[in-house]
């Protein structure tokens, strides 16, 4: 499912902000799944997902810190749709709780029926504010711990998968194999 769902090669190739860096970022090796890129695609998606939370530069940062840690970029970009307008509420109110700060002034800005511009000035004096770096601390701290847990949960599945295609293509060469017993007797 996820494979159907990740963003094409072709996607990335008609980026803006990715053609800069085309060469690198399409490199064959970063488009594989493999047992190790697939569980770094996901950390580095998570990562980059919940701490940006901006939706065209999660995509794209995937894509260029991909390259140093040899990440699967369509699974890293998947992983940032865990971030969209439903859950940034929430992932905005559990930093400020881990961060201590409080967040009822942010969410009634970004709940304010008003016109994006004042919106953005407000916005601009709450980030300016002492609650902003307690917040940022407590995204920085939730991007993470989600990131590591989705690395472990990555790796177990990928192990997983993989031991029982083992055993199935194990049971499947014995029942071949007493056939071809039972045939030769």
């Known amino acids: 499912w996820i494979h159907d769902q990740a963003p094409s090669r072709e996607s990335f190739e008609r980026s803006r902000f990715l053609r800069p860096f085309a060469h690198r970022v399409f490199h064959p090796a970063l488009w594989r799944f493999t047992r190790r890129s697939v569980p770094r695609g996901v950390a580095l998606g998570l990562l980059v997902g919940i701490f940006l939370l901006i939706p065209g530069v999660q995509i794209a940062g995937v894509a260029l810190l991909a390259l140093p840690v040899r990440a699967?970029?369509?699974i890293g970009a998947a992983m940032t749709f865990l971030s969209m307008p439903v859950t940034t509420p929430l992932i905005l109110i559990a930093s400020a709780y881990v961060g201590g700060a409080d967040a009822t002034h942010l969410m009634s800005i970004l709940n304010a029926k008003m016109a994006w511009w004042p919106k953005l000035i407000d916005l601009s004096y709450w980030l300016l504010?002492?609650?902003a770096p307690s917040m940022l601390f407590g995204l920085a701290v939730i991007s993470v711990v989600s990131a590591a847990i989705g690395y472990l949960l990555a790796t177990w599945f990928w192990r997983w998968r993989?031991?029982?295609k083992w055993r199935r293509r194990s049971k499947s060469v014995?029942?071949?194999q007493r056939q071809n017993h039972v045939k030769s007797r």
Do not use: F, G, K, V
Request: glycine share 0%; hydrophobic share 35%.
């Open 129 to 131: 504010s002492d609650a």
């Open 174 to 176: 014995e029942i071949r």
């Open 72 to 74: 699967n970029i369509p």
């Open 162 to 164: 993989i031991s029982t």
